[in-house]
């Protein structure tokens, strides 16, 4: 090599990076080098490395690339152990995802492969629930999970897969009914559910077009509809199916074991109306009246129909938090979590402050199917019908109940204001957030006032909830729900003698109520909220230790400062004014506050060395290091914690706090996420309150 072809590939280098040489796309390559160093390295995956690489360039096995994105990984039985990494959702160019017949154990990632047509994991020692991610997989065929050891219950996430042609979850140890969102698998031909623990009907299977079914060995009950008794290929035995004749079916509806009873009446029913017509016209009359009377009857069925559809949408339906605690929990303490029934298809417009709801489906029987991820975006979030109003304060009564603001009433100071505690002549005791008066130069007067009427009609049981305000003076004030037990914050960085630590079970519900809260913010309120300042000093803890987020819709008066809240939660892309804060953005600072839960440190501590400064920086490349998160725990737990609980929150953490802000889960997956941690962990949550209590009264 000549001096002037160096210096060329020196500047190409300088300029470009090494990368210019690599064919294939740099997501895909970190995704499959993760996956080899989680399947322990093996030998056999010949030209694959845990750095670095060219899957398409140099031929990896078992890869098949189109241009430079990995569209193919075909690995069956080649004696693999190990898991699958957690960087699968990168591989979004991939459709066929093949890893059966190996020895894979752990859970399924909770992110498969997102455009995937074809995943087979069958074969494998899989332990844990069918991932929910899957409802998102809308291009799905095939899936085979077949032959592992899943368990749990199926969560109602089958609406939205109308391609899936092949489902297999044979030999496992699932258990309860099936999910009425099966209805919606309107190409399902194949359905293989034998040897599991399913209970209840199957007549949720009754107008697929199956024509292989084998629902054997499992805990059904009921009657085998009749249009499955056609299919050529069906499997029954080993369940406790009812004898005798099925009942009636309830008014308005349409037995699925009638159906063909039914049509053969319809039939009848024509030759009749032929028969009277050829009949002439001496029967002319009665044919007429005839006709009336079944048009009559018709449309007498046709408006029943209808009246029950709209009935069907104030059931009340709340199956996954009865599934959340069921474990070894008594099934009338909330703990913060809502059981009242919500209006799946409803969302509440914040300028009008009313649920709005959608035309409904058809009617279902026991209990509705969602669409469009409703039902994990909707569910246990809760709003009100008619606006909420908050309550006028005069300035001289905060003034006189807190002390004219004494600094002996401050509770916290945060970016806009600082917070007071007050006291009222009948006993009451709110929090009073004073914002700084400079937050309103330059703005219109009735911005407050907008912002006042939005905050004023959310509605959550994990939020703060907005009781009054004051607009007096120049002076601008927001009145809250006080809340003894202070901040998470507090718990977490400011204990004290007379405070007991955060057992680990109260950590993750925290931090599912809170996800909670921020799912309700971005997902049911209309237009989507952005928090901009999720932080533990603004989860605040109710006398259960539920947590209640505040400081939600005044994100228009962070913008206005001159930077972003930051202290370590900030997301990389936000710009030192916010402009590029998004809904990804808080989804990064909640993922933050799950660290400070995991470790008990401070997203920012100064006094830690340079390299462990940062949390999130510090913490990252270690959640997925077995050895080193068992390092990483708050010291204060005293070792006290389930270590696959911890190994798998430490794996929502790191889908949270991804640099790139399209890689991080809706909030409606992080919910469900822990939802199954908690599921998983068979976590008593009554028992564990008595633990986690903080002593002291905040009496200023």
């Known amino acids: 090599m000549n001096l002037t072809t160096l210096v060329f590939w020196i500047i190409q280098i300088s300029i470009h990076g090494v990368g210019v040489f690599s064919k294939t796309k740099a997501p895909d390559v970190s995704a499959l080098n993760v996956m080899f160093s989680s399947l322990n390295s093996p030998s056999q995956l010949t030209g694959w490395g845990s750095s670095g690489g060219d899957p398409c360039g140099d031929s990896w096995e078992g890869i098949k690339c189109s241009g430079s994105s990995v569209t193919e990984i075909s ?280 649920s709005v709801v959608r035309p409904p489906p058809a009617p279902l029987d026991p209990v509705r199917s969602f669409s469009d991820n409703q039902f994990a975006t909707r569910l246990n979030s809760r709003t009100r019908s008619t606006s909420f109003r908050a309550t006028s304060y005069s300035l001289v009564d905060l003034q006189t109940a807190t002390a004219n603001f004494a600094p002996a009433r401050l509770l916290g100071e945060g970016t806009i204001g600082r917070v007071y505690k007050a006291k009222f002549g009948d006993g009451k005791v709110l929090a009073v957030k004073k914002i700084d008066s400079s937050v309103f130069q330059g703005r219109r007067t009735e911005e407050f006032s907008e912002v006042v009427t939005i905050i004023s009609k959310l509605n959550h049981t994990n939020i703060a909830e907005v009781v009054g305000y004051c607009s007096e003076q120049g002076h601008h004030l927001l009145i809250y729900e006080f809340f003894p037990n202070g901040s998470l914050h507090e718990f977490l960085h400011m204990s004290d003698d007379f405070s007991k630590p955060l057992t680990w079970n109260t950590r993750v519900r925290i931090a599912l109520g809170t996800a909670r809260a921020l799912e309700y913010l971005h997902e049911v309120c209309s237009p989507s909220i952005i928090h901009m300042n999720i932080k533990s000093s603004n989860i605040l803890l109710d006398a259960e230790l539920n947590p209640r987020l505040s400081d939600y819709g005044l994100a228009t008066f962070y913008k206005s400062r001159s930077q972003n809240p930051g202290g370590g939660y900030e997301a990389p892309e936000c710009s030192t004014k916010g402009s590029s804060y998004t809904l990804k953005s808080d989804i990064h600072s909640l993922g933050v506050v799950m660290l400070e839960l995991l470790t008990g440190r401070m997203p920012y501590d100064s006094s830690k060395a340079k390299v462990e400064q940062c949390l999130v920086r510090w913490a990252t490349p270690q959640l997925h290091d077995i050895d080193a998160l068992d390092k990483m725990v708050d010291p204060a737990l005293r070792g006290l914690y389930p270590p696959k609980s911890v190994s798998r929150f430490a794996d929502i953490i790191a889908l949270c706090v991804q640099s790139e802000p399209e890689f991080r889960p809706p909030m409606s997956e992080v919910v469900q996420a822990l939802v199954t941690l908690v599921q998983r962990s068979s976590m008593n949550m009554r028992d564990d309150l008595g633990n986690s209590r903080r002593m002291d009264d905040y009496d200023y």
Request: aromatic fraction near 6%.
């Open 75 to 354: 690995l069956s039985d080649f004696g693999l152990s190990g898991s699958m990494g957690y960087q699968l959702s990168n591989l979004a160019s991939v459709t066929y995802f093949d890893l059966s017949k190996n020895s894979l154990s752990g859970d399924i990632p909770y992110q498969l492969p997102p455009n995937a047509v074809h995943i087979d994991l069958s074969g494998n020692s899989f332990t844990g629930s069918v991932p929910y991610s899957i409802s998102q997989m809308t291009e799905l065929e095939f899936l085979n999970l077949g032959h592992n050891q899943l368990s749990n219950q199926l969560s109602d996430m089958f609406g939205k897969l109308a391609k899936l042609k092949r489902l297999d979850l044979s030999f496992n140890k699932i258990s309860g009914n099936l999910p009425q969102s099966f209805k919606k698998l309107s190409s399902l031909t194949v359905l293989h559910i034998q040897d599991n623990k399913f209970s209840g009907s199957i007549n949720v299977l009754a107008d697929l077009p199956l024509d292989d079914l084998n629902v054997a060995n499992n805990k059904f009950t009921g009657w085998i509809p009749d249009s499955l008794e056609d299919i050529d290929n069906l499997e029954t035995v080993g369940n406790s199916w009812s004898t005798g004749p099925a009942p009636p079916p309830p008014p308005g509806t349409v037995s699925p074991t009638s159906k063909k009873s039914n049509k053969e009446e319809s039939n009848k029913n024509s030759a009749v109306k032929s028969g009277l017509v050829i009949a002439g016209i001496a029967m002319g009359v009665l044919a007429v009246i005839a006709v009336v009377i079944g048009m009559t009857s018709k449309r007498r069925r046709h408006v029943s129909h209808y009246l029950d559809e709209d009935t069907s949408q104030h059931r009340s339906f709340t199956p996954l938090t009865s599934q959340e605690l069921s474990k070894g929990n008594d099934s009338n303490n909330n703990n913060g979590i809502d059981r009242k029934s919500f209006n799946s298809d409803a969302s509440i417009d914040i300028k009008s402050g009313v």
